[in-house]
């Protein structure tokens, strides 16, 4: 059998009568560390989720705790409507990429890809044909005999994606698939990746700490916290619409606007949290107001920076609106109400 090409399932198309994973009420503990505290996930069938959350959330727990890796004392994780409690991983039908690549150093690039083929005992001829597909579809067929070492890293990156997908998976995880790579790199697989998870219309799960990659790639996002999911949203509605101080500020949604600056929007509850996005805290010169405290050019527009008591805050300008205004000037804050937003703490 050959690997499915570009004419496969696109996730518009997709029944979305059963969700392709299902995770429910997910308690992972590694001796007395609480890893996962109650983890409820659906992803629908070709649908592109992002685990995004800091370090030590539990992203990889539990992705492994999907892939069979590790077992949770409680919950139960559903792949195609089927309980997977009793299967060992390698029967889960599911394609991982770790951050490491973990590539066999001593086989090429054709053998890496290979060899989870040849382990589901798929005969020779037809391992060696979807194995070329898969390193065809990454675009290394120039770069099949070479070993992992003679490959730069994001080639490597290519050789762990072509061996997850080449067993045609219901499931891709990907725990920082991108990680290693260098900015430029990064974002040039970022659209490769997303473009092939498309194509091949495979449900994939993809962790990352980085904010943009998330709402970049993703069709809907899972923010983590302290082994528990703090919001599930898409980005555009995680970006204007997060539910806590916490997410708005792991996201990067806006200024929180604590205490006095909070009364930039009439009406705010006393000690409420306002959000309001960068672009729209306008300011402008006074005597009296509090001075600009940073300056920095992000290209398309500069950021100003105030220290108010409740902590900094930016307004992001155009350059020709910001050039009137330098360190050491002293300005009032503004904010339309209709573009703030007041938030639980
Ligand atoms: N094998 C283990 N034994 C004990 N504790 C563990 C083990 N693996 C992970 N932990 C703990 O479980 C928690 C979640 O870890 P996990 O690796 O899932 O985090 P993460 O979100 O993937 O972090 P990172 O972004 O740093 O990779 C952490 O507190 C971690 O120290
Ligand atoms: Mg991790």
Not at 214 to 229: L, N, Q, T, Y
């Amino acid at each position: 059998m050959l690997l499915r090409l570009p004419t496969m399932r696109a996730p518009e198309t997709t029944s979305t009568t059963q969700p392709s994973l299902a995770v429910a009420g997910i308690q992972l503990q590694y001796g007395g560390v609480a890893a996962l505290q109650g983890i409820d996930l659906e992803v629908a069938s070709g649908e592109f989720v992002a685990l995004l959350g800091p370090s030590g959330c539990g992203k990889t727990s539990l992705l492994r705790t999907i892939a069979g890796f590790v077992h949770p004392q409680q919950g139960a994780v559903r792949l195609n409507g089927r309980d997977v409690a009793g299967l060992a991983p390698r029967h889960r039908n599911i394609g991982i990429v770790f951050q490491s690549y973990a590539l066999f150093p001593h086989m090429s690039v054709l053998q890496n890809v290979l060899f989870g083929l040849e382990c589901r005992g798929i005969p020779k001829s037809a391992a060696t044909q979807r194995a070329r597909d898969a390193i065809g579809l990454v675009g290394l067929s120039a770069f099949a005999d070479r070993r992992p070492k003679q490959l730069s890293g994001g080639q490597q990156q290519r050789v762990a994606l072509a061996r997850a997908i080449v067993i045609e998976p219901d499931l891709l995880l990907l725990d920082e698939p991108l990680g290693a790579l260098d900015k430029q790199l990064r974002v040039q697989m970022q659209t490769e990746l997303k473009a092939l998870q498309r194509r091949l219309g495979v449900t994939a799960l993809f962790v990352t700490h980085d904010q943009e990659e998330a709402m970049s790639m993703a069709d809907r996002i899972v923010v983590m916290r302290d082994g528990k999911i703090a919001q599930i949203d898409t980005p555009e509605s995680l970006f204007a619409a997060p539910n806590s101080a916490w997410v708005c500020e792991f996201v990067g949604a806006g200024n929180l606007l604590r205490g006095d600056a909070a009364s930039i929007l009439p009406g705010a509850p006393p000690g409420s949290v306002v959000q309001v996005p960068f672009d729209k805290l306008r300011v402008s010169p006074a005597a009296n107001g509090m001075p600009i405290t940073g300056r920095r050019f992000l290209g398309a527009m500069v950021e100003l920076q105030m220290a108010t008591p409740g902590g900094i805050v930016c307004a992001h300008l155009s350059p020709a609106a910001a050039s009137a205004f330098t360190i050491g000037t002293h300005v009032h804050l503004h904010a339309d109400p209709a573009d703030c937003r007041v938030l639980p703490h």
